[in-house]
T-cell receptor, first 111, second 113 residues
Framework: DAKTTQPPSMDCAEGRAANLPCNHS???????VYWYRQIHSQGPQYIIH???NNETNEMASLIITEDRKSSTLILPHATLRDTAVYYC????????????FGKGITLSVRP | SAVISQKPSRDICQRGTSLTIQCQVD?????MFWYRQQPGQSLTLIATANQGSEATYESGFVIDKFPISRPNLTFSTLTVSNLSPEDSSIYLC??????????FGSGTRLTVV
């Protein structure tokens, strides 16, 4: 699976949008971009995934660049409960569908 | 999403003993995964457990140390054998949903003394 690169940490103010970047320059055409987050002492939680189109759900939006080499997870109105480690993962399909976690980015939402 | 019940939630074990962790899912799933999260680290995949076949282990993990059972489509166990302090970690099970994303259990926090 292609590797991802994320900054180690970032912060944002409560109520503002949090834009979390991810680089995946070696992504293959059939690999998806997934985002998970892990709030302290809990199991990871699925957020969103996409192939090449932008995606939106009740939690977040995922913006994937046209060349698919990078993406941004957007939390439109961050709250204190969004403080967590966010993992950007590139995942294949079928036999290559394992989730391989990197170090992630620690998002701190400040009051 | 599937609901996963993982037991025990935490345990303190003596070195040299073993701990068996149970993962129960409220629906039938094909693929189940076991992860380890060492203190302050990210998650590392231990093995993939499919019903009716032997588990597939990742590099660095062996069946003698981490035997896995998968008797049916809703249940799996991971045993961590011959415990040492280096095995102190959080162990998590995960299932792949039909919607192509994974759901995780809340984890088992193991401390070896």
């Amino acid at each position: 699976d292609a590797k991802t690169t994320q900054p180690p940490s970032m912060d944002c103010a409560e109520g503002r949008a949090a834009n979390l970047p991810c680089n995946h320059s070696t992504i293959s055409g059939n690999e998806y971009v997934y985002w998970y987050r892990q709030i302290h002492s809990q199991g990871p939680q699925y957020i969103i995934h996409g192939l090449k189109n932008n995606e939106t759900n009740e939690m977040a939006s995922l913006i994937i660049t046209e060349d698919r080499k990078s993406s941004t997870l957007i939390l439109p109105h961050a709250t204190l409960r969004d403080t967590a480690v966010y993992y950007c993962i590139v995942r294949g399909t079928g036999a290559n569908s394992k989730l391989t976690f990197g170090k992630g980015i620690t998002l701190s939402v400040r009051p | 999403s599937a609901v996963i019940s993982q037991k025990p939630s935490r345990d303190i074990c003596q070195r040299g003993t073993s701990l068996t962790i149970q993962c129960q899912v409220d629906s039938q799933v094909t693929m189940m995964f076991w992860y380890r999260q060492q203190p302050g680290q990210s998650l590392t995949l231990i093995a993939t457990a499919n019903q009716g076949s032997e588990a597939t282990y990742e590099s660095g993990f062996v069946i003698d140390k981490f035997p896995i059972s998968r008797p049916n489509l809703t249940f799996s166990t991971l045993t961590v054998s011959n415990l040492s302090p280096e095995d102190s970690s959080i162990y998590l099970c995960s299932v792949e949903e039909v919607t192509a994303h994974n759901t995780f259990g809340s984890g088992t926090r193991l401390t070896v003394v």
